[in-house]
């Protein structure tokens, strides 16, 4: 089985005789807890079938006049690929995670703009690895195990004791910190600006706040025909701009061969960002009416301007996770929750239709973080899923 716990899609998990092997803690209550706290189909609290609740979202999003879509990280892109049809027809906006999350770092990757690679390539080549503004022992529990520090790659035979070298760049002594003690160095940063300099004048042999240490590590880089750089949220919201640290993973690579991997977040959101940039030429915040992405169009800013009357919200919880000045304001447009469980977004929506579990109860596709393509083959299919949902909403309007 391939766990859709997060974008690491690890695919060795077994389960035998009801036991779950190889996932980590989150992994292993997705697979053993999905049954749990399911979403019911209602309408204005409700009970029916889904075919009206499914209805009743039709009715909703054809008399809106502005909707909006958002999430859609944790199912399958061939349902995002209707979302994306769906939020067209509607000539409306959608938008996921990402655009608070590590969105911008995705688009750098597929516009080419920083030169990436894959997390097998990272196993089995990787010299000096980077974890910067990431915290991978909370966000992605074995990606450290899987694919970067501790394996033992075909080109790293002696593994992390002496053939990796390890940065961890954080504001606080982390987990994955506490990690880098041989062969390896913890920087710690109050500003990661500062840094980014810091290694740019290095390169061109300038003083710098953090020469020391940015001399330290690109002289370890260029030991090695392949390092890498995972980046995390706290690069995201350490950097006003990120075209600088773009810049710097280019100034790298003039003296060492330097890749560049997103690290950390939703199973599925890369796949969301690559399908709507095949179609659109941006990965989120997306207005099909202006046909753009602007900051303005977030789903956040959005309710924050009272900018939507109506909003299909999918696989994910605005209620639990955003602030409460903004998610409140869902109370005062039409919601529809496509969702398998009963989130707290769920309890106060007007409509409610239940899915299947993306990856377990429903098989698709998802793209790893590195960009790799994974199917996903469900454990016990369910007619009513997220594909089911969105292709009637799609023939509705
Ligand atoms: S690291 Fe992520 S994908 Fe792997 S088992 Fe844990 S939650 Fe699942």
């Known amino acids: 089985m391939i766990c859709p716990g997060c974008s690491c899609l690890c695919d060795d998990i077994q389960i035998k005789n009801g036991r779950i092997f190889h996932a980590c803690r989150r992994g292993e209550e997705i697979f053993s807890r999905y049954g749990e706290n399911r979403a019911r189909a209602l309408v204005d609290g409700r009970e029916v079938d889904v075919d009206t609740a499914i209805e009743k979202a039709v009715e909703i999003l054809k008399d809106a ?11 399958v892109m061939e349902v995002q690929e209707i979302a994306v049809d769906v939020a067209e027809k509607l000539n409306g906006y959608i938008d996921d995670n990402s655009s608070f999350c590590l969105g911008e770092l995705v688009e750098a990757v597929l516009k080419g703009d920083v030169p990436t690679t894959t997390l097998d390539e990272v196993r089995d080549n990787a010299y000096v690895i980077v974890y910067w503004g990431a915290n991978p022992f909370h966000s992605l529990p074995r990606h450290m195990s899987r694919y970067s520090y501790y394996p033992r790659g075909a080109k790293r035979p002696r593994g992390y004791e002496e053939d990796r070298y ?24 109050d500003n990661d600006e500062e840094l980014v300099e810091s290694f740019m004048r290095v390169v061109d042999g300038k003083a710098a706040k953090y020469a020391k240490e940015a001399g330290v590590i690109i002289n370890e880089m260029k030991k090695a025909d392949f390092n890498v750089i995972l980046g995390g949220l706290g690069l995201k919201y350490g950097l006003r701009d990120l075209n600088r640290f773009v ?5 790298l690579n003039e003296v060492a061969k330097v890749y560049f991997i997103p690290a950390g977040f939703h199973a599925n959101m ?42 299909l919200i999918v696989g994910t919880d605005p209620v639990y996770s955003l602030p409460y000045e903004i998610s409140a304001k869902l109370g005062k447009i ?50 009513i899923n997220d594909l089911y949902i969105f292709r009637k909403i799609r023939e509705g309007l």
Not at 65 to 75: M, R
Not at 247 to 251: A, C, D, F, N, T
Not at 293 to 299: N, T, V, Y
Not at 344 to 364: H, K, L, N, W, Y
């Open 65 to 75: 006049e502005n909707p909006a879509i958002y999430g859609l990280d944790t199912t």
């Open 166 to 189: 390890l940065v961890v760049v954080d504001v606080r002594r982390s987990e994955t910190a506490k990690l880098a003690k041989k062969n390896a160095k913890y920087i710690q940063v």
């Open 247 to 251: 810049e710097l993973v280019r100034k």
């Open 270 to 311: 890369r796949g969301f960002n690559e399908t709507l940039f095949e179609r659109t030429g941006a990965v989120n915040k997306y207005s099909f009416r202006d046909g753009k992405s602007d900051k303005e169009f977030a789903f956040t800013e959005l309710l924050r301007n009272d900018r939507v009357d109506a909003a």
């Open 334 to 383: 039409k919601t529809v929750v496509v969702d398998p469980r009963m989130s707290f977004t769920a309890r106060v929506a007007d409509v409610v239709i239940p899915s299947a579990v993306s990856g377990i109860e429903m098989s698709g596709t998802m793209v790893r973080s590195d960009g790799v393509r994974i199917k996903l083959e469900a454990m016990e299919e369910r007619e």
